[in-house]
Nanobody, 113 residues
Framework: QVTLVESGGGLVQPGGSLRLSCVAS????????MGWYRQAPGRQRELIAS???????SYAHSVKGRFTISRDNAKNTMYLQMNSLKPEDTAVYYC???????WGQGTQVTVSS
């Protein structure tokens, strides 16, 4: 059974930074394509960053240049480094495993002064 647990969300001022973590169990992270989604109130869940098993990455236009997806395979953990945060980045952030369609429970990120 796959379990994905996100952490690292919180309240941050505009221009600030946060790092989200996603700890995986039940799978070997290095063998799986993974992604980060987010869902803002009243909006559809959207894919914002993804990472293949060859460490190729891609980003949504809205976060490109500000967010970085990475992995620590020894810790079986995926990260999302978020810099230069904006109020429109406020959302619940989810990690996702593509082949098994597995979701984490989400972590809230609020960007506000």
């Amino acid at each position: 059974q796959v379990t994905l647990v996100e952490s690292g969300g919180g309240l941050v001022q505009p221009g600030g930074s946060l790092r989200l973590s996603c700890v995986a169990s039940g799978i070997t992270l290095s063998s799986h394509a993974m992604g980060w989604y987010r869902q803002a109130p009243g909006r559809q869940r959207e894919l914002i960053a993804s990472s293949t098993i060859t460490d190729s990455t891609s980003y949504a236009h809205s976060v490109k240049g500000r967010f970085t997806i990475s992995r620590d395979n020894a810790k079986n953990t995926m990260y999302l480094q978020m810099n230069s945060l904006k109020p429109e980045d406020t959302a619940v952030y989810y990690c996702y495993e593509f082949s098994l369609a597995a979701w984490g429970q989400g972590t809230q990120v609020t960007v506000s002064s």
